[in-house]
């Protein structure tokens, strides 16, 4: 991965170019509330309440907010994956509410999710080179650009653990290959949940480093979920700040991180860990 | 013998079919009372591995062949050992990296925090039961306990269920507390206060906490001590600002480095 990053020719990928479908947004969402049951009493309540949100071809947009806000539920929704709720949600220009089972599954390949959950997302008695197998074997044109150990090195994984099973993976190796998993297949849309959660800042740096030039060179836009703030500023354009199911905040990175607007936002903002240390220098 | 926990020369190798690996390499790290230790370093580096080591609870292809681990003094694990069985979930709590491995899919957070209470604290009361479960869990933060006791970990959020995790590593207040990128899944406002309360746990309760993390930020708020892993090793340890300060490894200043600037 290093090589490609620091020469900026990422492989075979540009020899992939997309079709100019750009001017449709990647997602869309207005309005939209998803509720959930309560477990104790039965009744539902809003996890996501009223969101609109808007992606355009390449761009990259960020969700955070406190936990239990709603940030998964909402992506869920977004993706087709989890209850749908009410309200409108236009993927990649066809609206959910009317798309069909067979149009949805030919959907998925051009929209990727990262799981929360990494362990959890990797089928347990997959070797990781066998499930790639399967995906390849799902899509093998999409997937051919690029080898299993080209694309274990993008995510500055070590070709050995290929054959390696979840459970032998580090909590940060399983992340990686999962996210390895959803670049093989060059989405248009890449939905990671705290994609680099459990990696060492120099790892994180590459992965960042890997997303940025994903979005640069194949045109994919992503929909990154993080408590992260300093890897949100790093990478996307715009934030939207959750609380309790509401937006509470959203714009540019730079402006909702420069000038909060809301109570909320600036006591995320006040919590970012280090004070301690960067108070002494 | 104040050190609640003592690694010493901790060796540990994983067989694969292609031969052996090692994963851990002649560790020493001790836990007083009161202290909190954080264990920091890239990913692979094997934080997981000493933690579980700790517990017993390594995978079936991985064992220890040097050196031993004592918990209050009591060795419970050398090559070809393994007592932890005496002190898991009594003396020592753990909190794994994923929260499905600390949490069973199959139960509600009540009953499971109901049958750990029922372990460990002899004849304990039902109402005993309930207000130390909803106890901890406001401890954690959570808003709503009752909503939270009555699902299933599937219905709840990813913090929620670390959080809950949590909660399952401290009810029974054991003396030392083993806790595996447990703050990954929070909110940095969440974060602060979780890692508020181990403070407070440790410096009210005097119990060790030993706080394996990726963040050195985070550790830096936190620790008493760091201790720093690169391949398997322990490459620097010390106070946790003086390490942060003064890297003594070209390892320790490039994740410094490498920390994102914010402004
Ligand atoms: N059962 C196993 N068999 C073989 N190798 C293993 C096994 N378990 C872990 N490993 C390897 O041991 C090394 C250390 O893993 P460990 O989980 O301790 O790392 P870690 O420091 O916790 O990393 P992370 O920050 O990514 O969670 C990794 O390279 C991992 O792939
Ligand atoms: N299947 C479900 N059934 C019932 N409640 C659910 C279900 N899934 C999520 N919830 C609840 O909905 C709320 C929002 O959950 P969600 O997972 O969207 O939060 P989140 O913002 O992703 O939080 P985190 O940062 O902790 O992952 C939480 O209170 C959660 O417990
Ligand atoms: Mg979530
Ligand atoms: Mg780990």
């Known amino acids: 991965?290093?090589?490609?990053?620091?020469?900026?020719?990422?492989?075979?990928?540009?020899?992939?170019?997309?079709?100019?479908?750009?001017?449709?947004?990647v997602l869309e969402v207005d309005d939209l509330v998803v509720e959930h049951r309560d477990g104790g009493t039965g009744a539902l309540f809003r996890a996501v309440d009223q969101v609109s949100l808007r992606i355009g071809a390449g761009e990259s947009v960020a969700v955070v907010g406190e936990s239990g806000s709603g940030k998964t539920t909402l992506a869920m929704a977004a993706t087709g994956l989890g209850p749908r709720g009410r309200g409108d949600i236009r993927l990649l220009g066809h609206s959910l509410a009317a798309v069909s089972r067979t149009q949805l599954r030919r959907l998925r390949p051009e929209v990727q999710v990262v799981f929360q959950d990494p362990h959890g997302s990797l089928d347990p008695r997959q070797s990781v080179r066998s499930g790639l197998r399967e995906l390849r074997a799902l899509q093998p044109e999409r997937t051919s650009w690029i080898d299993d150990a080209d694309l274990l090195g993008r995510v500055r994984l070590a070709p050995d653990?290929?054959?390696?099973?979840?459970?032998?993976?580090?909590?940060?190796?399983?992340?990686?290959?999962?996210?390895?998993?959803?670049?093989?297949?060059?989405?248009?849309?890449?939905?990671?949940?705290?994609?680099?959660?459990?990696?060492?800042?120099?790892?994180?740096?590459?992965?960042?480093?890997?997303?940025?030039?994903?979005?640069?060179?194949?045109?994919?836009?992503?929909?990154?979920?993080?408590?992260?703030?300093?890897?949100?500023?790093?990478?996307?354009?715009?934030?939207?700040?959750?609380?309790?199911?509401?937006?509470?905040?959203?714009?540019?990175?730079?402006?909702?991180?420069?000038?909060?607007?809301?109570?909320?936002?600036?006591?995320?903002?006040?919590?970012?860990?280090?004070?301690r240390w960067r108070s002494r220098r | 013998m104040s050190a609640l926990l003592t690694l010493s020369g901790l060796s540990i190798t994983a067989r694969l079919a292609d031969g052996e690996l090692r994963l851990l390499d002649d560790v020493d790290l001790e836990?007083?009372?009161?202290?909190?230790?954080?264990?920091?370093?890239?990913?692979?580096?094997?934080?997981?591995?000493?933690?579980?080591?700790?517990?017993?609870?390594?995978?079936?292809?991985?064992?220890?062949?040097?050196?031993?681990?004592?918990?209050?003094?009591?060795?419970?694990?050398?090559?070809?050992?393994?007592?932890?069985?005496?002190?898991?979930?009594?003396?020592?709590?753990?909190?794994?990296?994923?929260a499905s491995r600390s949490l069973n899919p199959l139960l509600k957070v009540r009953t499971q925090l109901a049958e750990?209470?029922?372990?460990?604290?002899?004849?304990?009361?039902?109402?005993?039961?309930?207000?130390r479960s909803v106890e901890v869990l406001a401890q954690m933060r959570i808003d709503d306990p009752g909503r939270v006791l009555a699902s299933y970990p599937h219905q709840l959020s990813g913090g929620l269920r670390q959080r809950v995790a949590i909660?399952?590593?401290?009810?029974?207040?054991?003396?030392?507390?083993?806790?595996?990128?447990?703050?990954?899944?929070?909110?940095?406002?969440?974060?602060?206060?979780?890692?508020?309360?181990?403070?407070?746990?440790?410096?009210?309760?005097?119990?060790g906490l030993l706080f394996v993390t990726h963040d050195l930020m985070?550790?830096?708020?936190?620790?008493?001590?760091?201790?720093?892993?690169?391949?398997?090793?322990?490459?620097?340890?010390?106070?946790?600002?003086t390490v942060l300060d003064h890297p003594q490894q070209e390892y320790t200043r490039r994740l410094l480095a490498a920390i994102p600037s914010w402004s």
């Open chain 1, 1 to 25: 991965m290093s090589e490609a990053a620091e020469t900026g020719v990422p492989g075979d990928l540009a020899r992939h170019p997309r079709t100019p479908e750009s001017d449709t947004p």
């Open chain 1, 161 to 275: 653990l290929l054959d390696r099973y979840p459970h032998q993976l580090s909590g940060g190796q399983a992340q990686r290959v999962c996210i390895a998993r959803a670049l093989l297949m060059r989405p248009r849309l890449i939905v990671a949940d705290e994609p680099t959660s459990g990696l060492d800042v120099s790892v994180q740096a590459d992965v960042l480093a890997l997303l940025r030039q994903i979005r640069a060179t194949t045109g994919a836009a992503l929909l990154m979920i993080s408590h992260d703030l300093a890897v949100v500023r790093s990478l996307c354009d715009v934030v939207h700040v959750m609380y309790r199911g509401r937006v509470v905040e959203a714009g540019p990175c730079d402006r909702v991180f420069g000038t909060p607007e809301n109570d909320y936002t600036r006591e995320l903002l006040a919590a970012m860990p280090g004070a």
């Open chain 2, 116 to 131: 750990v209470l029922r372990r460990h604290v002899r004849d304990i009361t039902r109402a005993e039961v309930e207000r």
């Open chain 2, 167 to 207: 909660g399952l590593a401290v009810v029974t207040r054991p003396a030392l507390v083993i806790a595996d990128e447990c703050t990954t899944a929070l909110d940095v406002t969440t974060q602060t206060k979780v890692v508020d309360l181990f403070r407070t746990l440790v410096d009210e309760l005097g119990i």
């Open chain 2, 218 to 241: 985070l550790a830096s708020d936190l620790c008493d001590r760091i201790a720093v892993m690169s391949g398997g090793r322990v490459v620097e340890q010390g106070d946790a600002l």
């Open chain 2, 31 to 98: 836990i007083r009372r009161g202290q909190i230790v954080g264990v920091v370093g890239e990913s692979g580096s094997g934080k997981t591995t000493l933690a579980r080591a700790v517990v017993g609870l390594l995978d079936r292809n991985v064992r220890v062949d040097q050196g031993t681990i004592a918990v209050a003094g009591e060795q419970v694990v050398a090559p070809g050992v393994d007592r932890t069985g005496r002190v898991r979930g009594s003396a020592v709590g753990m909190v794994f990296q994923d």
